[in-house]
């Protein structure tokens, strides 16, 4: 008997607000956020109800693990995933792409993915917003949304 094989539909969230941050660093840090962009996929002709379809996955792109410093996942303005760096007791960080990517590793994925279908969460694409704070350089950064 085969097996039926889903491959979920991939929409590129768009960066909709990047600056600087403040703290001091080593490198520059980079804040960013991203959103559904409704008026591209309108111009696409894309059918509107995209708004109210539930993310099975988010993808982080084009940054190694260990310069993404924070990640927060909201529905509206209510937080419903966030990671942080660690700091071990002897002074070791661990950024949360690291941690991110070894959790992906632990359940049988690869890059920088959070499985908010598997955890329980429903994010509908339309109120979905992901904020970053990156290492420099931020150019090239991206968040993908997979759809159940």
Same mark, same amino acid.
């Given at each position: &008997? ?9 929409? @590129?969230?768009? =960066?909709? $607000?990047?600056?600087? %941050? +403040?703290?001091? +660093? *080593?490198? @520059?840090?980079? $804040? !960013? ?20 379809? @539930?993310?099975?996955?988010? $993808?982080?792109?084009? /940054?190694?693990?260990?310069? #993404? ?13 966030? !990671? %942080?760096?660690? #700091?071990? @007791?002897?002074?070791?960080? /661990?950024?949360?792409?690291?941690? =991110? +990517? *070894? &959790? ?5 994925? =690869?890059?920088? #993915? ?10 509908? &694409?339309?109120?979905?917003? #992901?904020? =970053?704070?990156?290492?420099?350089? +931020? ?10």
């Amino acid at each position: &008997m085969s097996r039926v094989v889903e491959i979920p539909a991939v929409v @590129p969230l768009r =960066l909709i $607000r990047a600056g600087r %941050d +403040a703290a001091p +660093a *080593a490198r @520059p840090r980079w $804040r !960013l956020s991203y959103a559904y962009d409704r008026s591209a996929h309108a111009v696409a002709g894309l059918h509107t109800d995209l708004d109210r379809q @539930p993310l099975a996955r988010l $993808r982080i792109v084009g /940054t190694p693990p260990s310069w #993404v410093r924070t990640i927060l996942v909201a529905r509206g303005d209510l937080p419903v995933f966030e !990671l %942080d760096s660690w #700091v071990d @007791p002897i002074g070791r960080t /661990t950024s949360a792409g690291e941690v =991110l +990517a *070894a &959790m992906a590793r632990y359940w049988g994925g =690869l890059g920088l #993915v959070i499985d908010l279908h598997s955890a329980g969460l429903v994010v509908p &694409m339309g109120s979905a917003r #992901v904020d =970053l704070c990156v290492d420099a350089p +931020a150019t090239g950064v991206g968040v993908h949304a997979e759809l159940r």
